[in-house]
């Protein structure tokens, strides 16, 4: 019994801290609000927004699908950075990723909407209130992006040690508009664990599920008098 118990634990364990980066495909996710904003004084909008963010460790691209809604304006910046959670991309040793997710490629022109202010990106005019953004960064295995870079941040030596930083919770997606120059909404990325590791998670737990009714049923067992 203690033996089957020990071997769930550790079906569970590999699943849950195998490490993603020996995967082809990474996924993270999160959802955009302005409870998350650090910089700027912080954010009271009511806006949300969600991206997801996949990583191909053999093409060496970086995906972004980023949707957002009720705005307090168009917005003329959309940025992913490095930073836990909670913490601003200043504080060192941050600032090792910087990348303008708005652009006449993400966001059409078709699409796009008169700023109303002097917007500072990418953008020949402004994303709507409401919206979405489709990004491909494409890099290779020896480019970290580091050129690209906000001193003092090094940035990172190559596409590896990008990826493990950003599993690590330490990447997070923003938007910026006229009212919230610093930040409106923001939200940090997670990595979803791949298919084979949930099966793994969930064979662990059907183990642990299974020794407890054994557990259960054994106590509720009749004790025979002699």
Not at 65 to 81: E, F, N, Q, V, Y
Request: hydrophobic content about 40%; charged content about 15%; aromatic content about 8%.
């Amino acid at each position: 019994m203690k033996s089957l118990w020990n071997l769930a634990i550790v079906v569970v364990g590999i699943a849950l801290f195998a490490r993603p980066g020996q995967a082809s495909l990474i996924v993270l996710h999160g959802q955009l609000d302005s409870s998350q904003v650090v910089d700027g004084g912080g954010s009271t909008s009511t806006a949300t927004g969600f991206g997801t963010v996949t990583i191909d460790t053999t093409l060496f691209t970086i995906t972004t699908d980023l949707s957002w809604s009720g705005l307090t304006g168009p917005a003329d910046r959309s940025h992913m950075h490095d930073a836990p959670e909670g913490e601003s991309r200043f504080t060192p040793p941050n600032n090792n990723f910087f990348h303008e997710l708005l652009d006449d490629t993400s966001v059409p022109l078709i699409v796009q909407v008169p700023c109303g202010f002097a917007g500072d990106g990418l953008l020949t005019e402004c994303a709507p209130t409401t919206g979405t953004a489709h990004d491909v960064l494409q890099l290779s295995a020896d480019d970290g992006y580091a050129a690209f870079a906000e001193p003092p941040g090094p940035g990172f030596p190559d596409f590896a040690a990008l990826t493990a930083a950003f599993v690590l919770n330490g990447v997070y997606i923003d938007m910026h508009t006229e009212l919230y120059p610093s930040g409106e909404i923001r939200g940090q990325l997670l990595a979803i664990p791949e298919p084979a590791s949930l099966a793994m998670v969930g064979a662990g737990l059907w183990v642990i599920g299974l020794l407890r009714r054994r557990g259960r049923a054994q106590t509720k067992a009749p004790v025979t008098q002699p």
